[in-house]
Nanobody, 124 residues
Framework: QVQLVESGGTLVQAGGSLRLSCAAS????????MGWFRQAPGQERQFVAA??????STSYADSVKGRFSISRDGAKLYLQMNSLKPEDTAVYYC???????????????????WGQGTQVSVSA
């Protein structure tokens, strides 16, 4: 059974930092592109960042560029979040593509596998 399990979400003050982790199991994800999306209450899911299978190519939403950094170690995925703002408050989802060797993409339909999400709350 394919599983993506996120961890690291918590309540943090504005200006603080968090590191999210995602552990993938159930199939080989070390050769697939992975990423992070987020969803705030009453809003649609939003692309945050993605990384290709090799880790050599990344993409970020404009709203997080310069503050967030995505990285991977094989099938384990990370999101380092610095200078957090209240508008970063959301449930953060780890995602993975179905096919291997894909490039970074920003569409949620490009990712077949989704975790259950981890809550990040940033207080003003």
């Amino acid at each position: 059974q394919v599983q993506l399990v996120e961890s690291g979400g918590t309540l943090v003050q504005a200006g603080g930092s968090l590191r999210l982790s995602c552990a993938a199991s159930g199939r080989t994800f070390s050769s697939t592109a992975m990423g992070w999306f987020r969803q705030a209450p009453g809003q649609e899911r939003q692309f945050v960042a993605a990384i290709d299978w090799s880790g050599g190519s990344t993409s970020y939403a404009d709203s997080v560029k310069g503050r967030f950094s995505i990285s991977r170690d094989g099938a384990k995925l990370y999101l380092q979040m610095n200078s957090l703002k209240p508008e970063d408050t959301a449930v953060y989802y780890c995602v993975a593509q179905r096919l291997p060797y894909g490039g970074v993409t920003m569409g949620h339909n490009d990712y077949a596998y989704w975790g259950q999400g981890t809550q990040v709350s940033v207080s003003a």
